[in-house]
């Protein structure tokens, strides 16, 4: 059975980092779409950072140069490095993965929630002022 676990979220004071982890297991694919997404109380899942295979990545306007998103040596883990952190950055994170992805499932964005078939449970971030 795939499992997906993010790691890493915690309460912090605004421009400090944290790294977030996601380690699938019990996941037959080697080459994998991931994504992280970030959710707050009353709102849609909204897209923050992605990569494909070939390494390729995507990020929402609101975290460019302060987020990295980074696949680990192994094939079952990937990271996002959040730097000077805002208090608009607090949400619930999951992370996402597919062998696919979203444009080959159909969508027309890196953040089309269906295009990835595996998530975690999440992990938080709050961020105080």
């Known amino acids: 059975q795939t499992q997906v676990v993010e790691s890493g979220g915690g309460s912090v004071e605004a421009g400090v980092s944290l790294r977030l982890s996601c380690v699938v297991s019990g996941y037959r694919y080697d080459d994998n779409y991931w994504a992280w997404f970030g959710q707050t109380p009353g709102k849609e899942r909204a897209g923050v950072a992605a990569v494909d295979p070939d390494g390729n990545t995507n990020y929402a306007d609101s975290v460019k140069g302060r987020f990295t998103i980074s696949k680990g040596d192994n094939k079952n883990t990937v990271y996002l490095q959040m730097n000077s952190l805002k208090p608009e950055d607090t949400a619930m994170y999951f992370c996402?993965?597919?062998?696919?992805?979203?444009?080959?499932?159909?969508?027309?964005?890196?953040?089309?929630?269906?295009?990835?078939?595996?998530w975690g449970q999440g992990t938080q971030v709050t961020v105080s002022s």
């Open positions: 996402a993965t597919d062998p696919w992805g979203p444009f080959r499932r159909g969508g027309d964005t890196w953040w089309t929630l269906f295009g990835y078939n595996y």
